[in-house]
């Protein structure tokens, strides 16, 4: 079974440039989430996605920062304009469903550093 | 408020022996679910061990066991027969209404051989 997919790895960007990444769930997996990882801390929640819908966006900087997932299946986090505190990696994971035991599939990561 | 804390930033321990890594949350729901998440220096996190609240049973995954005492909210993990392979950032976490999970910040466990 094939795991989370996130792209790019890495990526490094000037301050108020713009940021996409990509995250392809594992087939099947109905939940998907963004986490922000700052160097130091644990993971931080940014959104939730149920299938197509948003299901918790309560800690999304909206301002700046975007998440859509079309059809259900892969999501797209954008950042614009980046901020030098918003370099972080960036985890996209997901679940069979909502249900609270689910376990979540962490992709590996991408790891932005915004100058 | 959710909340996870993990008081050691850092645990070492000697290759083959025992350690315990600590953790408390802050929850006034009923029904929740706690999780050991373990991520290797390569960053892909991946679960060690969950437990339900409901169930007064520790949980048990071969060298891998908790300690949940419900009353302290505390949520400890012990490794026995420590490997070098376990060395790994430690991420305890929480999960109450539809899967939002809540992390501490994490301890690094270093395995000396």
């Known amino acids: 079974e094939a795991g989370v997919a996130q792209s790019p790895r890495y990526k490094i960007i000037e301050k108020r440039q713009s940021v996409a990444f990509w995250c392809n769930p594992i087939?099947?997996?109905?939940?998907l989430y963004w986490y922000q990882q700052i160097l130091g801390q644990g993971p931080k929640l940014l959104i939730q996605?149920?299938?197509?819908?948003?299901?918790?966006d309560s800690q999304l900087p909206k301002d700046r920062f975007s998440a859509e997932r079309l059809k259900g299946v892969d999501s797209t986090l954008k950042i614009q304009p980046a901020k030098l505190e918003d370099s972080a990696v960036y985890l996209c994971?997901?679940?069979?469903?909502?249900?609270?035991?689910?376990?979540?599939?962490f992709g590996p990561g991408t790891r932005l550093t915004v100058l | 408020a959710q909340t996870v804390t993990q008081s050691q930033p850092e645990m070492s321990v000697q290759e083959a022996e025992t350690v315990t890594l600590s953790c408390t949350y802050d929850?006034?729901?009923?029904?929740?679910?706690l999780f050991w998440y373990k991520q290797p220096p390569s960053r892909q996190m991946i679960l060690v061990i969950r437990?339900?609240?409901?169930?007064?049973q520790n949980a048990t995954e071969n060298r891998f066991s908790v300690n949940f005492q419900k009353a302290a909210k505390s949520f400890s993990l012990k490794i026995s027969d420590s490997q070098l392979g376990d060395a790994a950032m430690y991420f305890c976490a929480s999960s109450y209404n539809n899967n939002d999970m809540r992390f501490g910040a994490g301890t690094r466990l270093t395995v000396k051989p």
């Open positions: 437990q339900e609240a409901y169930k007064q």
């Open positions: 996605f149920q299938n197509n819908g948003v299901v918790d």
């Open positions: 994971a997901s679940s069979p469903g909502r249900v609270n035991y689910n376990e979540q599939f």
């Open positions: 087939s099947g997996h109905a939940t």
């Open positions: 929850t006034s729901e009923s029904d929740y679910y």
